[in-house]
């Protein structure tokens, strides 16, 4: 029987992983992969969390919302990083300075 | 009325007769330094003087003293007084001055004609004459002591008249000091005086029945109509009066400058340091008189007869000729002031007028003599001292006019018959006499002592002019060589010396050569002198002192003819006293300016040391204190400034890093903060 705590150890990994990718590459790809990671943490505790509404199921709906919308961000990301790749030759975030004061 | 415009008339002629030669002072001394002119201004100027003083003097001299003053400054309410006082006294004095000088100014023109600063030298003269004339006729204690000084200072000057001169310098800066001495006294005199009777009038003062006659001492107080105070200061006062008259009439303890004083131009010595400044001291005595009484009296008759006694041993053995003459000016002082002292005032004031011609006459005859010695010197190009009477001898063949007038000036001096010097020399010793009379046996010992020396005077008299104008010229046995080119001079030398030689007769004084009594000058003065009483001694000293006196110069004129003859022993004990001037010079060298000038490289040091030493302390203390405000300054203050630039400058720093447009360090940033925040919230 796995139990909720289990889900929530592997969200938890799942979220630290995710967030020492967005912190640590050198690669604004990876990073997205990072973000997806943290956001698969989040939705994997709405399903967790969604046993205790199992008449409506409402975890599991947002969590499906969720995944629509990372799926689009993700897009938007990834047409952002082709444009900056375009615009600056180069997708490491720390090279992309020009917002700084 | 008439006697008022008389008098207003009289007055103006002093008036005149005094600022005439200071007129000619200043004329000189506008005049180029090598002026020709200058002696003839000087002199012109001292014989209308002269002219005038002969008209205040027949209009003054035993007649009604003129006395006219004016307010001079006010103080409170006092008022100061100033103005002129012409009885006998003054105006005798204002004559002979006048008189003494015209003939030394006439001489001078010659001795001084080929000095480089003749023209100096006549402005020095006649600011003398003008301080001197001034200080016989003042009214005042006040200007008196002013014209006192005045005298003092163109002594100064004149006796530092060479003044490239080593011992000229030191000769001046001696009697300037000595006379200091005497300057202290009478300032404090005058000071005390002042204080007793608020009035600086000599008149008031020192009149017959004047304030000072009448002020008694009781139980140790001394009380004046004016006030009254302890006793004591009138000691002092007349203690400080003493100390004037002994420093300007080179009284002992204070002489010693005299002699030195002899470094001037002769004609100077003649003027001022035989004749007239000299006389000063025995003047202020005249003018004082009723302060002195008793005890006060003695001192002064002690004094002057240890003077002239003392004076008269070291005139003994000197070989200077102008050191010789004086000490004899020495000795004839302290005649006066023992005249003084036995209350023989008139023959005091009689014997200075007498002394101031003949001992003129003797330096002016000195002066022929040293210039002509100066003349063979130069041209033969000789190391000798044109002073030292032991190189003389035999000049009575080559100066014949200044041999004659030589010999009644010292006759004169000796006090034989028929010489001014007799009358009043002898009035002195027959009062002298006649005051010790009924006295003890020490008070005989004055006149006795008084009368040796006039016998010492005789000898040392004799000895100079025998060396100088008898026997063989001495100059020829050392330097066989020298050629001697003198003479009398001219009419300016031969004149002031012939006319003075007049005035050293009896007529001029009195138609009866044998008693100083009948003379017109001594009868003038008596009123303030006790007056002479008959007595044996009027016929007992004159010709006990006179035959003695020519026996002596008798004998003095046979060991000093004969080259081969009886020989002083030159080596005892009292003819080293003698020669070396009674050691009062070391003595003085020694126990005065040697403390002194030890006194003075003590506080010198003191003042180097201590007194410097301390502010360079206070120097260098202010420099640390400065020192450490400057740190303070900058490290405190403007350190604190700095702290707080660097703190708002890091924290801006620190700031800035966060916004380094890194987006992951952003992340990082926020992560960080967010746990900070979640881990304050678990602890607090």
């Known amino acids: 029987m796995i139990s909720l705590t289990d889900f929530m150890v592997v969200s938890a990994a799942l979220f630290c992983i995710g967030l020492y990718m967005v912190i640590t590459k050198r690669n604004a790809i990876q990073i997205l992969i990072g973000i997806e990671l943290i956001l698969n943490a989040a939705i994997l505790n709405l399903v967790a969390f969604g046993k205790y509404d199992k008449v409506n199921n409402s975890g599991q709906i947002f969590a499906l919302f969720a995944i629509v919308l990372a799926a689009a961000t993700t897009a938007v990301a990834l047409a952002i990083i082709l444009n900056v790749y375009r615009r600056y030759k180069t997708i490491d975030p720390n090279d992309i300075n020009k917002l700084r004061d | ?684």
């Not at chain 2, 530092?160 to 310098?169: E, M, Q």
């Not at chain 2, 100059?475 to 050629?483: D, E, G, I, R």
């Open chain 2, 1 to 684: 009325m008439e006697d008022f415009l008389h008098s207003i008339q009289l007055l103006n002629y002093t008036v005149a007769a005094v600022a005439l030669p200071l007129f000619a002072a200043f004329i000189n001394f506008c005049l180029p330094v090598k002026s020709k002119w200058a002696g003839w201004v000087s002199t012109i100027a001292i014989l209308l003087s002269c002219v005038l003083s002969a008209r205040v003097f027949a209009g003054v001299w035993n007649n009604n003293p003129v006395h006219a003053q004016h307010v001079w400054f006010t103080v409170g309410q006092t008022e100061v007084m100033a103005g002129l006082l012409l009885n006998n006294l003054s105006v005798l004095l204002l004559l002979l001055v006048s008189l003494i000088a015209l003939p030394v100014h006439i001489y001078s023109t010659a001795y001084m004609a080929h000095d480089d600063r003749r023209s100096r030298y006549f402005t020095y003269l006649s600011f003398f004459c003008f301080s001197m004339l001034a200080l016989v006729v003042v009214d005042s204690l006040v200007l008196f002591y002013a014209f006192w000084e005045l005298v003092g200072f163109s002594s100064y000057l004149l006796i530092g008249f060479w003044l490239t001169r080593n011992k000229a310098v030191q000769a001046n800066k001696k009697a300037f000091i000595m006379n200091r001495i005497g300057d202290i006294g009478l300032l404090s005199a005058i000071i005390i005086l002042f204080t007793q009777y608020h009035t600086f009038d000599i008149v008031q003062l020192f009149a017959q029945k004047g304030l000072v006659a009448q002020s008694v001492i009781k139980d140790g107080v001394w009380i004046a109509a004016t006030g009254q105070m302890p006793a004591i200061w009138q000691y002092v006062a007349c203690a400080g009066i003493f100390l004037a008259v002994a420093a300007k009439s080179a009284q002992f303890p204070l002489h010693t400058w005299l002699p030195d004083a002899m470094e001037g131009p002769t004609s100077v010595s003649a003027l001022i340091h035989a004749a007239t400044m000299v006389a000063a001291g025995v003047f202020l005595l005249g003018r004082v008189y009723p302060m002195f009484t008793g005890t006060e009296l003695t001192i002064l008759a002690v004094t002057g007869c240890f003077t002239a006694f003392m004076a008269a041993t070291i005139a003994l053995t000197q070989n200077d000729l102008k050191r010789i003459l004086a000490y004899s000016t020495i000795s004839q002082l302290g005649f006066m002031i023992l005249a003084m002292g036995v209350g023989a005032y008139a023959s005091s004031l009689f014997h200075l007028a007498t002394h101031a011609f003949f001992k003129c006459l003797l330096f002016l005859v000195a002066g022929i003599v040293i210039h002509e010695m100066q003349h063979v010197k130069e041209e033969n190009n000789l190391d000798i001292d044109a002073q030292d009477i032991s190189l003389m001898g035999g000049l009575r063949k080559k100066l014949p006019i200044t041999f004659i007038v030589a010999v009644i000036g010292s006759l004169a001096l000796v006090g034989l018959p028929l010489t001014s010097g007799y009358l009043s020399k002898d009035g002195i010793l027959i009062q002298a006499f006649e005051w010790s009379e009924g006295k003890s046996v020490l008070f005989k010992l004055i006149p006795v002592l008084a009368l040796l020396t006039s016998w010492l005077t005789a000898f040392y008299v004799t000895r100079l002019m025998v060396k100088v104008f008898f026997g063989e010229f001495r100059l020829l046995k050392s330097y066989p060589n020298a050629k001697l080119h003198m003479h009398d001079g001219g009419l300016q030398y031969k004149l002031p010396i012939i006319l003075l030689a007049v005035c050293c007769l009896f007529p001029l004084f009195s138609f009866n050569p044998f008693s100083y009594g009948h003379a017109w000058l001594f009868s003038g003065l008596t009123s303030l002198g006790n007056h002479e009483g008959e007595s044996i001694y009027h016929t007992i000293i004159p010709v006990l002192v006179n035959i003695i006196s020519v026996v002596v110069l008798y004998a003095a004129y046979v060991i000093y003819t004969k080259p081969n003859g009886f020989k002083f022993q030159q080596s005892g004990f009292l003819y080293r006293l003698s020669y070396n001037q009674w050691y009062l010079d070391a003595i003085y060298q020694r126990f005065v300016v040697k403390p002194v000038l030890r006194l003075c490289s003590a506080t010198f040091w003191v003042d180097r040391n201590v007194i410097d030493g301390f502010l360079h302390l206070l120097t260098r203390i202010s420099g640390y204190i400065a020192k450490l405000t400057a740190w303070t300054d900058e490290h405190i203050v403007d350190g604190f400034l700095h702290l707080m630039a660097s703190i708002v400058q890091s924290i801006g720093n620190f700031a800035r890093r966060f916004q380094n447009g890194k987006i992951q360090y952003y992340l990082y940033s926020m992560l960080v903060i967010v746990l900070v925040l979640f881990i304050l919230k678990i602890l607090i």
